[in-house]
């Protein structure tokens, strides 16, 4: 048995590499420090995942439960636990942050999606913060988040991240690569790996934009808005609605993200652009959300989620998660539903079609996809 726990960490490695090339002295030695620090932890979680039948310390316990650790600007984990449910807050903002939105992912997942935490068991929510010093990243190891405080210990005018808490969203995309972890097992690598990233900003987002009552329209659509400092020319580290326009900075270099198929980026870096070409399923889910107008986590958000849940393998593609979104669209509202009719749009307004196939009218009682099927054969007809 293969056991799936990799490190998905929010700040993507071509970043860090704009930083240790075109920073300032110490900003190029906390970049490099970080790149280090990540890749060593991927080692660590590549052996561990060796292990047949290896068990999480993390318990389940049927509810909303939640510890906050302070790694004390250490790397061992998850370090002292400094706030635990139902505590009141902590004069440390950072572990407030932790706590204030663990819980709200837990809440959008719960409330909205009926799932019982990140394994829809009731698995604890561990979370630790000032892990290491200078680490410029956050990321979720395969049973916990982990913070790092940014560039707190630079002068100001070297600064270009603020602590890894600050922004809801990076908390709630961090925790969805755990929810992919225990659904869908995307792979971590080319178009997978992508779905998997844009499954994380598309439910981090969500998190945010319940949080703030934001309809689709009001929303940012931003990934990471707040992290960067004002040294830094640009708005997150993602934009869902425009990828490609987040930031422009003479550090960081420019948003690489294409939104649209016809600019798609062949490369085996980052796992083979597992954030860079993830800014195509993002426009995709955006423009399916505007679409239906209203609160994003209510329809476009239950069609990515039971696609999710229900649909996706590990080595889907963008094509796949097309086709099953829309599948999926037609199962939960109907066969040409406005609610599929926008999945329909968000994917073709990037470059991908779908629906090209005719869908047969469905039999009483029979569901869409059934009825799918045995039009090509796959199912007995009634």
Known sequence: MHIYHPMNCIVPPHMLEEIASRGTAAQRELAISTLKASE?????RRALSDFAGAVSRVAAVGGKERIVYDARNGSSLPGTPVRKEGDGPSADVAVNEAYDG???TFDLYKDIYNRNSIDNNGMRM???VHYRKGY???FWNGEQMVYGDGDEDLPVSDRLFNRFTIAIDIIGHELTHGVTQFEAKLVYSYQAGALNESMSDVFGSLVKQRVLNHTAAQADWIIGEGLFTPNVKGVGIRSMKEPGTAYNDPV????????????YVNTSSDNGGVHINSGIPNRAFYITAMELGGYAWEKAGQIWYVTLRDKLGSTSQFQDCADLTYAVAAELYGVNSLEQMAV???WADVGIAVGDVPVPPTEPGEGCLASFL????????K
Do not use: C, E, V
């Open 40 to 44: 060593q932890m991927r080692g660590q």
């Open 102 to 104: 663990s819980g709200a």
């Open 126 to 128: 561990d979370s630790t």
């Open 136 to 138: 410029d990243n956050a």
């Open 252 to 263: 960081l270099g420019r948003d690489p993200q294409p939104g649209h198929m016809k600019d």
């Open 344 to 346: 329909k749009k968000g």
């Open 374 to 381: 045995r039009l090509i054969g796959a199912a007995p007809s």
